[in-house]
């Protein structure tokens, strides 16, 4: 049984609350096995009975109230026993309604309304894909604009931002805009710039016999783009594309059973394209060990010439004689193939015509990563050994730091004598990891690895010890259910749930530093992004450490501890306040959490210490003169310390000549102690016009690859800018 208690904002018990299971990759969808919270604020309820919830699985609650945003929760499901999953606050609503247009002004119909939640800036994280943007919905609440246009869509109160997005337009999100609770913000209108072609490549993939080909993988590419996708189960597909640009279209079965169908050319706009995909040639391939004894399990991958695209694959079976039948496609390609323990063959590449009747190769003893595992000086049999590939830069992943990637390269179990053997499929740094029950996972590394040479590991394992989160509350809430996770920088984030003692324990883990920290919920089990920031640490963060045979205890507040410290500060932009910028100290070591302006273009800014601070304050996508960002030295010498700045703009336009790779030039402005930056162009754009702050300033190039505080800019040009006034610069 499942129980939780909802309440407002103020903690008062929220009665009358529909909460039901929903399918986490289902938008518009009923709630499932749904019930109410009594005059208490209480519910409980079962788990799904779908059929699919068993125990570790993550299911998705949905929670919808009269005047209140419907919001959603993360829940893994438990093996036995209750969950608690404390309490549940609803914020109160209200509505934002307008128009989705394109550019010309007619009505776009069908485009998906939410809310968004900032990823970020340029400045500290780099640049993220488009296509996340789609997935970044703060909240559950969401809108398909109607054949005029119209949408209204339902928002928790404050500020918040609006993101459009549509498969054939690209995405635009709203500059911060104020929510009233009980109220409707009206006439809000976005407008998407067409990004392709409405009628797009519309398509059909056949088998060889004429029937459709389900879930057949079509890669569609232009010269700026490869994009991948897969038919329907009639075997049709549509694919957006530039107007301007031809596409080459190419589809494959996903069994592997046929060969490639290929067209080129084709014109955004074409309507009925068929790809019919081929009969395959088949080719006897036998493999051998360097003494001539044939090979009895391998693997087989048949590529194209280059190597990148995967055109077919015979694994996972015996090989009676050291010989397979191996299916060929008809384009020139190359075989690879793996066998544990020893290092990869790659044959070809090979015409389709004329084929050999039989191909062989030898496969060497094993270039790559061997050792044992050990438990003290013990071997431990049977131990899962996988590889991992290092970051550099450190990824990020849910604002977690990460050294390695959780995917594993290759996996591996070791013999009864602990010895194993992991193949270097390319040269980089990698940790080998070790797991067996009863032990904490250990790994080593970064290692460099190459394909021309062996490199010997040893790997120990022991039982590790334990870290026991308590969560508090500076307010005195209630923190029973709440969820803290726990990592240590190699990608296997894990999370509990505080139990009613306000504690959450974590067994098995690997000593060293680790990292624990409060989350407003669990994460997303679907979710896997990892994007690099541009940062200057190189070290994954920690707050405790863990020792063998102890357990490590840290506290962490729900809030954040009282703070001795705060800045009360305001932000105004030609005159008018700046509303939802993001405001944060950059120390490294800060733990203290970043705010956003209102609409008064104030915030207050806790600080866990008094003293000299780097404050940052960064624009939010979508608003005029976006993005720049704030930089200031802000000395806390007093319980609440006040900051005020106003920006003046004016225009800078002009020409450049191309930069070197991996810089960008920036105009940059000082305003009292702030230093106010603004991005001009990359290193690939001869032209810009850009909004910047007003008065003396600089045009400086940077490199991208280090953060401003490791480099001293080179300095272009200096300029005098009056408030609304323009200039027109040729840096050539």
Not at 357 to 384: I, N
Request: proline fraction near 6%; charge should be negative; charged fraction near 25%.
């Amino acid at each position: 049984m499942i129980t939780l208690r909802f309440v407002d904002e103020h903690g008062a018990a929220l009665g009358n609350v529909v909460v039901g299971w929903i399918s986490a990759d289902v938008r518009e969808v009923e709630l499932r096995d749904a019930t109410s919270s009594d005059a208490a604020g209480r519910a409980s309820l079962r788990a799904p009975s779908d059929g699919k919830s068993a125990a570790g699985t993550q299911r998705t609650l949905e929670a919808a109230h009269a005047g209140f945003a419907s919001a959603r929760r993360a829940v893994t499901l438990p093996a036995r026993g209750a969950l608690d999953l404390g309490d549940w606050m609803l914020v109160r609503s209200g509505r934002v309604a307008g128009w989705i247009r394109g550019a010309d002004g007619a009505p776009i119909e069908g485009a998906i309304v939410s809310e968004f939640e900032s990823l970020g800036s340029w400045f500290d994280s780099g640049e993220r894909t488009a296509a996340s943007l789609a997935a970044n919905r703060a909240t559950s609440a969401f809108s398909r604009s109607g054949p005029d246009g119209a949408f209204s869509l339902e928002l928790p109160a404050g500020v918040r931002q609006i993101l459009a997005t549509h498969a054939e337009w690209t995405s635009t999100i709203t500059a911060p805009l104020e929510v009233e609770a009980d109220r409707t913000r009206a006439g809000v209108v976005l407008t998407l710039a067409e990004r392709a072609d409405p009628r797009g490549i519309r398509g059909l993939v056949l088998q060889p016999g004429g029937e459709p080909a389900a879930g057949a993988r079509v890669r569609v590419t232009t010269s700026g783009s490869t994009r991948w996708l897969r038919a329907d189960d009639a075997g049709r597909f549509h694919a957006a594309v530039p107007k301007s640009e031809p596409a080459e279209v190419l589809a494959l079965d996903p069994q592997g059973r046929f060969g490639e169908a290929r067209a080129t050319d084709v014109a955004a706009g074409t309507a009925d394209l068929l790809l019919r995909l081929t009969e395959l040639a088949h080719v006897e391939l036998c493999a051998r060990e360097s003494n001539g004894a044939a090979l009895d399990r391998f693997d087989v991958y048949v590529e194209d010439e280059s190597g990148l695209v995967e055109l077919a694959r015979n694994v996972d079976r015996e090989r009676p004689g050291g010989c397979t039948s191996v299916s060929v496609p008809n384009q020139r390609f190359v075989i690879e193939v793996y066998a544990d323990g020893y290092a990869p063959a790659r044959l070809g590449p090979f015409d389709p015509k004329p084929l050999p009747a039989r191909l062989e190769c030898t496969l060497e003893l094993g270039v790559g990563l061997v050792g044992t595992v050990r438990v003290g000086d013990a071997a431990a049999p049977h131990a899962k050994v996988s590889l991992h590939a290092a970051y550099d830069p450190l990824g990020n992943r849910f604002d977690f730091l990460l050294r390695s990637e959780a995917e594993a390269s290759w996996v591996a179990e070791a013999d009864e004598h602990g010895r194993y053997f992991l193949p270097i499929g390319r040269s980089g740094h990698f940790y080998v990891r070790a797991e067996l029950e009863g032990f904490a996972p250990a790994d080593v590394g970064p290692l460099e690895c190459t394909r021309d040479r062996t490199l010997e590991q040893e790997v120990r394992l022991e039982r590790g010890g334990a870290i026991e989160v308590r969560l508090r509350s500076s307010a005195g809430a209630r923190v029973a259910g709440r969820v803290v996770a726990v990592s240590r920088g190699d990608g296997f984030l894990e999370t509990r749930r505080i139990d009613a003692d306000g504690l959450a324990v974590f067994a098995l883990r690997t000593p060293g530093r680790w990292e624990a920290r409060s989350l407003a919920d669990e994460l997303p089990a679907d979710q896997a992004i990892v994007y690099f920031p541009k940062s200057s640490t190189h070290e994954v963060p920690w707050n405790c450490t863990v020792r063998s045979g102890e357990t490590t205890r840290v506290d962490l507040w729900l809030e954040g501890p009282p703070s001795p410290f705060e800045l009360a500060g305001t932000l105004l932009v030609r005159g008018a306040p700046a509303v939802g910028w993001s405001a944060a100290w950059t120390d490294e070591e800060s733990q203290d959490a970043g705010v956003r302006t209102d609409d008064a273009g104030r915030f207050t800014l806790p600080s866990s210490r008094g003293g000299r601070r780097e404050l940052r304050v960064v624009s939010p996508p979508g608003v005029e003169c976006a993005p720049m960002l704030v930089r200031a030295s802000v000395a806390l010498e007093r319980a609440r310390t006040e900051w005020r700045l106003a920006i003046e703009t004016g225009s800078l336009h002009g020409t450049i000549g191309r930069g070197p790779p991996a810089t960008l030039v920036l105009h940059r402005a000082r305003i009292g102690d702030a230093l106010v930056i603004a991005p001009l162009a990359e290193a690939s754009e001869t032209t810009f016009e850009r909004c910047v702050a007003a008065g003396a300033g600089e045009i400086v190039r940077v490199q991208t690859a280090r953060t401003l505080e490791e480099q001293t800019p080179e300095i272009l040009r200096t300029v005098e800018l009056e408030p609304g006034g323009s200039i027109e610069i040729d840096l050539h």
